[in-house]
């Protein structure tokens, strides 16, 4: 058994490095997994466990290039997970290779089969492959004593998938050749949503009977696949057919209905895990005998002996490492979810777990599955001819070119083209506004701090957006600032109220704001020492709010008028007599200019 077990991995690891090696001529295909246009930081990233999409040539006479993730086999030799298919298939005239090792678990006589295949597949066009697996070595393991009991008809009949097999160990045989095509419909590759595919099988019986490797009969399989790579991280992927059985002279077997959802993630690494649930529903729920079936033991079966079957459904999860170039190996862990244990039927057995789970391996080589690669864009249109030599300037001016603070000076420009474009005008300072900066001329208002102002002009041809600039330099002055102080307006005791003789003095306040529309006044109202300093605050301030009141009742914009109370904290004269004392309960104008 090792022996063919090394052979079969041997000649797995020769195959897929051949393919690995093979050099590109002119006319054969690019190496699998090799991208022509992979620059030396791809390839750090690849080594670092992300894979790349891999570039080939999708045809021997074609120069389309074609990209490929990430792909593995199945054990019967199609792209897929470890026994879920996918619906992608291998690129044009690309080919794949592996050797499995996978075990199955079954009820009756709590027996063991272990298959080791090696599978092949290559691709045919773009929209399908055809693949086969052979089973180079087939180790049966009954474990149940004796190997048939026709008293338990639940654990002590025939295995489903291997009904002939008489022996409490059938040592190392040649199992089944299968061989099958799987036609792909709609892929990722194409923009579609979602990869779909239908796969037919045949089985070839090549193995040997006697050991019930094989039943001697042909077998069919038809199923349907659909599967989607989501965002480049997980590959879901999902399939359900129909299993048509043979049927050899000794005993019936079942047909089936075949099923299985897997998962693969994540897709674009060098290392992904599995996970997949799969099974068989039998559409018999025994299988009957035809003749006496003997065992090696002397144990027997009567003609007409009905063995329970029971629909397998298994539980996968795998490991496995890819290489960048296509080569993969991996380790997994299968458990048949719903098999009884041998404790539960024969006292003599204390513990049945390990009859439900097996480790499985593979090693072998797949080139990837095409991904979608956007069309090359259109090469640029030729250069338009060069234009015509183009000359443009502008000469700006400013009337005055020294303005006060606050004031306008009128800018104007003059722009000579050579193509007699219509030019656009743009005015710009680092201070001041303009009320038209698109137009020709323009007036500017100074900003509130002198010195000189860069004022420039820049004209633009629409028809090449050429420009043109200039720049002149207006000097901003501050105008002498002027000061006011009017007479003081008094108040009786505790009292806000205005006296009329204060409106003598408020009067000529108001006159000289008329006159000067850009004065501001303030306001500050004031007490003497008697009450407390927070009663007095409030009392200057109602005092100044007075004032404020009467100027604005004449015409005085508020936003001119500011108050502000000090009640006792400055007193313009002694507190200490009452003669000085009420000079103190007062209202004081201070109007500037201000810009």
Known sequence: MLKSVSFAVALTLAL??????????????????????????????????????????????MSTEVQTRPATTTFMGDTGLWYVPTGEVLPRKKWSISAYRVNFDDNQGFTDVSNWPLTFGYGLGDHAE??????????????????????????????????????????????????????????????????????????????????????????????????????????????????????????????????????????????????????????????????????????????????????????????????????FAGAGWTWRLNMDTRDEFLSQYTNGAGDKMDVVARVGYHPGVRIYVAPPPPPPPPPPPPPPPHDLSVKANCDPCTVEIGKTSTLSAAATDSTGCSVTYNWTAPAGTFTNPRGQQTPWTAPNQEGPVPVTVTVTCPTDSKTASDTVNIQVVRPVVKEFVFEDVHFDFDRYSLRPEATRALDEAVRTLQANPDLRIEIEGHTCNIGTAEYNLALGERRATAVREYLASRGINADRLRTVSYGEERPKYDNAREETRRLNRRAALLVRIQR
């Not at 022509?36 to 750090?44: L, N, V, Y």
């Not at 009949?157 to 792909?184: E, H, I, M, Y």
């Not at 049927?247 to 077997?253: I, L, Q, R, S």
């Open 16 to 61: 897929a490095g051949g393919a690995a090696a093979r050099t590109t001529t002119p006319g054969d295909e690019a190496s699998p997994q090799q991208s022509s246009s992979q620059t030396p930081a791809t390839a750090g990233t690849a080594s670092q466990g992300t894979t790349q999409p891999q570039t080939t040539r999708a045809s021997d006479t």
């Open 130 to 327: 055809i693949f086969g697996s052979l089973v180079l070595v087939n180790r049966i393991d009954r474990d149940i004593r004796p190997l048939f009991l026709s008293s338990l008809p639940q654990v002590g009949g025939v295995v489903p998938q291997n009904p002939l097999a008489r022996d409490t160990w059938s040592g190392n045989n040649l199992g089944d050749l299968w061989v099958g095509a799987k036609w792909n419909l709609m892929s990722q590759w194409q923009q579609r949503p979602a990869a779909f595919a239908l796969r037919g099988m045949i089985k070839l019986p090549t193995g040997d009977t006697d050991s019930g490797a094989s039943t001697g009969k042909t077998d069919f399989e038809l199923d349907a696949i659909l599967s989607k790579e989501v965002n480049q991280r997980v590959e879901f992927s999902g399939y359900g057919g129909f299993l048509f059985r043979g049927n050899p002279d000794e005993v019936d077997t079942t047909n089936s209905f075949k099923w299985g959802v897997g998962a693969g993630f994540p897709s674009r690494k060098a290392l992904r895990l599995t996970a997949e649930l799969e099974g068989e529903a039998y559409t018999k729920s025994s299988l009957q005998t035809k003749t006496l079936f003997l065992a090696t033991d002397g144990s027997f079966l009567p003609n007409g002996f009905a063995s329970d079957v029971t629909s397998p459904v298994n539980l996968d999860l795998g490991l496995t490492w890819q290489h960048p170039k296509g080569f």
